[in-house]
């Protein structure tokens, strides 16, 4: 079998890197650890208004059972006036990839 061997050289822009598709992947899965999201963030994350998403996603039993911090979830629910919805990032993100049909349909 006959082999040809080429060598290119093709310009990288400066602002730009080569990494493996791996390593990539990697960075994206990490993107969100550590990081955690309130009621404004996830409005905007998923196009939806506060209250649509406290009446379709927080407070039917299904979903806040998996969702309450008081029930092992990652989602802290304010319990007095001046607290603050806290979302774990991570965790939301992948409910949200997991429960898309189910929220939205």
């Not at 060598?7 to 990539?24: M, Q």
């Not at 650890?33 to 905007?44: H, S, T």
């Not at 992948?94 to 929220?103: A, G, H, M, T, V």
């Amino acid at each position: 079998m006959q082999q040809l061997s080429v060598t290119l050289n093709i310009p990288v822009p400066e602002d730009s890197i080569i990494i493996k598709k791996v390593e990539y992947e990697e960075l994206k899965q990490n993107e969100l650890q550590g990081v955690y999201w309130n009621m404004k963030d996830l409005e905007g994350k998923i196009n939806r208004k506060h209250e649509w998403i406290k009446e379709n996603i927080l407070y039917p039993s299904r979903f806040r059972k998996i969702l309450d911090v008081d029930y092992g979830g990652f989602v802290f629910y304010p319990k007095a006036k001046g607290q603050i919805w806290t979302f774990k990032a991570t965790d939301m993100a992948k409910f949200l990839d997991e429960y898309f049909e189910e929220i939205f349909s």
